[in-house]
């Protein structure tokens, strides 16, 4: 199986987040946190906070590369949404096998969070507010 996730080279980080190596090299690639988990957890480059009716798009400085029968589906990791009304604004992000390394963004993955709920909600370095799932069709 050829399928894998992997940083955005760090030419589209500059671009896209900051020129920061050491940033760059400090944030990890999605993994299970158990052996039974059911998808990929996506963790924070930086901390940021999301304030009640704001809107953050949040840079994943990721790419996934998959079988061409398959997507990746992403969705808001559970406990923000049931715990502080946390939602993703399309509701389920879906990347076609084809985003990977297209000319306009390497494939770099995002996600837009709106914080439905009434208190400011801060989202630390390292901390999981995503969940990707991998799906054949």
């Known amino acids: 199986m050829d399928r894998y996730f992997e940083k955005i080279s760090y030419e589209q980080f500059k671009r896209d987040i900051k020129d920061d190596i050491n940033l760059y090299k400090s944030y990890n690639i999605p993994s299970r946190a158990t052996k039974n988990s059911a ?17 953050k798009k949040i840079p994943t400085g990721i ?30 992000g879906i990347i076609e096998s084809d985003y990977y390394n297209n000319h306009d963004n390497e494939g770099h993955m995002w996600v837009c969070l709106q914080n439905h709920g009434d208190k400011e909600y801060i989202i630390n370095k390292g901390d999981a507010y995503a969940k990707g799932y991998s799906l054949n069709f």
């Open 39 to 55: 998808g990929y957890d996506f963790t924070c480059i930086e901390e940021f906070t999301i304030k009640p009716g704001e809107i």
């Open 63 to 92: 790419k996934a590369k998959m079988e061409s029968d398959e997507m990746l589906q992403l969705y808001v990791r559970s406990s923000l949404g049931f715990k502080y009304n946390i939602r993703l604004t399309n509701q389920v």
